[in-house]
Structures are given as C-alpha cells and as structure tokens.
C-alpha cells in the first residue's frame, strides 16, 4: 500500500504559521481544477462547482485504493485574480475569475479523471463535471500564512501579507490563493482556518 499524506509532504505549504508571513518555494502540483466567474456568495455555479470537485475527487480516491494507493482527499483551494490585479479587492467580488481545486496525487492520469466523470454523471448528472480538467499549476516563489476567522475579514491580512512581499523588495506575481482548512457548513466564522498566499517575484 503506497500513502500519499499532503500533510506530511507539503506540511510547509499547508501548515504556514499564524500570526506571522513567511516565504515559500510551492513546487508543480496536480490538481482537478474547474474554473468560474463572479461573486461567489450569489453565484448558483461556485455551489456545483465545489460539489462537483469533491465528488470527482472521493471517486478518484476509491478508484485507485485497489491499486495500492490510498490517501486522504485534500482541502478545497481556490485561485482568485482579476484581469488588473492592482485592482483585486474584496470590494469587487462580481469581478472576479476564479479556479477551485484539489490537489491530486500524481498517481493520478487523464484516464482515471474521465472513467471518474463518467462514473459521476451516471451518479449525479451535474453539468459542470464536464469542464473539470487535471492540470499541474506551478507557483515558485511565494509569501502565506495561516488566516483565523470569516473570510468577509480576510482584507486587512492579505493587505498586509502584500506589504510583508513588498518589504522584502519583491513584487505581487499571479494569482491570490487560498487554502480552505475548515467547514463553512460546521465551523463558526471566527473558527475558520485559511492559508492564504500570494505568489511574488524580485523587482527588476
């Protein structure tokens, strides 16, 4: 049997300190991805897109668990960005692309993804199973940090995890990224644990 513990293996990635911001180096990761558009708190598509995710993802998981590989499903996560990031804000959710995800194994290939959907339509016909893909997104260079509490609060720590970037003389590079540690549906917001991380790059 072959484990495959995110926690263990990337607990730098997915265990960043609170309170504090620190630099990462995130390597190539897989991920099932589907991507949006929008508010997400009054968007009826975020709801089945995350639906989707993690049913394709706990398929995923008992499909390879007869062949030696077996491993606990992943936190959702979610890239968020704007077609001007100096603009991203909270202020503008409506105008925000996003991509949710889990991280994958890389023991899993396109074949086990389409058996997975094939497996998922005939359980539950949701449309949007059709446009999950599995991609390997590759960051590099990064500033995070553990957030505790709602996520309508978020601002005031990613402005300051931007100026934590700036002050090392980096710059903002792709996309804001979250981590969701904890069950909006079982967890108090003041209770709620999110990673959050900003990819940055040296100033030319």
Partial sequence: MVA???KKAY???YFPPHGRFVM???PPLDYLMLDGHGDP????DYQAVVEALYGLAYTL???L???GIEYGVPPLEGLWWMENMAEFSLARKADWDWTMMILQPVAVTPEQLEHARELALRKKGTPVLARARLERYEEGMAAQTTYLGAYADEGPTIAALHDFIHAQGDERAGKHHEIYLGDPRRTAPEKLKTVIRQPARKKN
Avoid: A, R
Wanted: glycine share 0%; no cysteine.
């Fill in 4 to 6: 495959f513990d995110y």
């Fill in 11 to 13: 607990k730098s990635l």
């Fill in 24 to 26: 990462v180096d995130v």
């Fill in 41 to 44: 708190n009054h968007n009826p």
């Fill in 61 to 63: 998981k008992f499909m």
């Fill in 65 to 67: 668990k007869p062949l």
